[in-house]
């Protein structure tokens, strides 16, 4: 399936929903997720980052960081800095992107992309090559799903985690 969205106006604020009831059904056991990356954290980030991943391909990733540091919920994963460039401790742990991208790079054939989360069964990621956002299945690496933006990725991410 291809996901296309001409409303450039309320894309984020499509996830932007989903987020908001993932921070409600956490509230209801005691949980709270991570608030956005500041300034300071995302420029820390682009700085360690910078000489790897080109920063154009990262700013649509920092618009999401900026809301939401990372976040796990129901066995879905949306990475975010690394905990070890905080300036302050996260509400609750971190898959760092940076980590979790080095990690994936083992294998040559995934080096194509930027991974910005993961779960059981789906790998969520931009490809290099193609400057698409895809669904990968994990692990054969097949396309799930395609997208036109990160926003679209992410918002499929967060309704993954809610079903």
């Known amino acids: 399936r ?5 409303n450039t106006l309320g894309r984020t604020e499509m ?8 921070k409600k059904m956490n509230a209801i056991f005691g949980e709270e997720i991570n608030d956005g990356a500041t300034e300071k954290d995302i420029q ?16 649509p990733y920092i618009n999401v960081l900026k809301r939401v540091n990372g976040l796990e919920f129901n066995g879905f994963i949306l990475y975010g800095i690394d905990s070890t460039l905080l300036n302050n401790e996260p509400k609750q742990p971190i898959n760092g992107f940076i980590d979790n991208n080095r990690v994936w790079h083992e294998n040559e054939w995934q080096r194509k992309y930027i991974f910005f989360g993961d779960s059981n069964t789906s790998w969520y990621t931009y490809d ?5 956002y895809y669904e990968l299945d994990k692990p054969s690496g097949e396309i799930v799903d395609e997208f036109d933006n990160i926003d679209l990725l992410v918002d499929k991410l967060f309704g993954d985690a809610l079903q």
């Open 15 to 22: 996830w932007n929903k989903k987020l908001q009831e993932i």
């Open 128 to 132: 290099l090559l193609t400057n698409k």
């Open 2 to 6: 291809k996901y296309i969205s001409n």
């Open 44 to 59: 820390r980030f682009l700085e360690e980052i910078g000489d790897v991943i080109s920063e154009e391909y990262l700013h």
